[in-house]
């Protein structure tokens, strides 16, 4: 079981950056491999980046690909989204989202937290 709370949204403008974080109880956080998705309005949810338990393996969307950045803090039981060249359409609700396997956090975790408004002015 593990719950997850993210942090770090906000409004910025177009070709800014901010950083996500994700919190997470339990003490079995390195045993879960963690995902960021976004949904924005009128949308269905996306899958936006994954990382591994370890933190060696990253997945991401190719919309966010070379701007985004996932990683992860097994210590302090955190996950980060750096979002740098933020761009309109990356407006949304980010959520954080976790589960056991790599493969399953990509579509269809168990786990999710309540999301964090990113909105990017143009």
């Known amino acids: 079981q593990v719950q997850l709370v993210e942090s770090g949204g906000g409004l910025v403008q177009a070709g800014g950056s901010l950083r996500l974080s994700c919190g997470a109880s339990g003490r079995t956080f390195s045993s879960y491999a963690m995902a960021w998705f976004r949904q924005a309005p009128g949308k269905e949810r996306e899958f936006v980046a994954a990382?591994?338990?370890?933190?060696?393996?990253?997945y991401y969307a190719d919309s966010v690909k070379g701007r985004f950045t996932i990683s992860r803090d097994n210590a302090k039981n955190m996950v980060y989204l750096q979002m740098n060249s933020l761009k309109p359409e990356d407006t949304a609700v980010y959520y954080c989202?976790?589960?056991?396997?790599?493969?399953?956090?990509?579509?269809?975790?168990?786990?999710w937290g309540q999301g964090t408004q990113v909105t990017v002015s143009s």
């Open positions: 989202a976790a589960a056991l396997s790599l493969v399953v956090v990509r579509t269809s975790p168990g786990y």
């Open positions: 990382i591994g338990w370890s933190g060696g393996s990253t």
